[in-house]
């Protein structure tokens, strides 16, 4: 098995163990106090969505806001190093934006619109 198919499993086995399902499993209450809160991005567009992504760029919180605002859109596409090794491309067809995913430090490092599967390297180091 080649390090890409690695790398690519296991941030697609870190993209998607950040979901909301292990917090309902331990606590149900916890999850339904966190499906209780406002949503910032509620009736936003896609382009003020990826705005606030980029204004969190390199931060925990950019990867959760990436989750939240296409959840159930993403489909990897594409790996490339980048980040701190390899990072992960995800694309929303419905959203038409794809997003560049280092599970390394669950972080976004880079987005644009369109279907891209490798971003500059200037972009994801």
């Given at each position: 098995?080649?390090?890409?198919?690695?790398?690519?499993?296991?941030?697609?086995?870190?993209?998607?163990?950040?979901?909301?399902?292990?917090?309902?499993?331990?606590?149900?209450?916890?999850?339904?106090?966190?499906?209780?809160?406002?949503?910032?991005?509620?009736?936003?567009?896609?382009?003020?969505?990826?705005?606030?992504?980029?204004?969190n760029k390199g931060k925990p919180?950019?990867?959760?806001?990436?989750?939240?605002?296409?959840?159930?859109?993403?489909?990897?596409?594409?790996?490339?190093?980048?980040?701190?090794?390899?990072?992960?491309?995800?694309?929303?067809?419905?959203?038409?934006?794809?997003?560049?995913?280092?599970?390394?430090?669950?972080?976004?490092?880079?987005?644009?619109?369109?279907?891209?599967?490798?971003?500059?390297?200037?972009?994801?180091?």
């Amino acid at each position: 098995m080649k390090l890409t198919s690695i790398l690519a499993t296991a941030a697609l086995v870190g993209f998607s163990t950040f979901s909301d399902v292990p917090l309902q499993v331990i606590n149900p209450s916890l999850a339904q106090v966190s499906a209780q809160q406002p949503n910032d991005a509620a009736g936003s567009t896609v382009d003020q969505k990826i705005s606030m992504i980029l204004a969190n760029k390199g931060k925990p919180e950019s990867a959760q806001m990436m989750r939240e605002y296409f959840a159930k859109e993403l489909s990897p596409i594409g790996i490339q190093p980048g980040g701190a090794g390899m990072v992960v491309s995800f694309y929303s067809k419905k959203s038409n934006v794809t997003f560049s995913y280092c599970s390394m430090f669950d972080v976004v490092v880079a987005a644009k619109k369109g279907k891209i599967a490798k971003f500059p390297p200037a972009e994801v180091k």
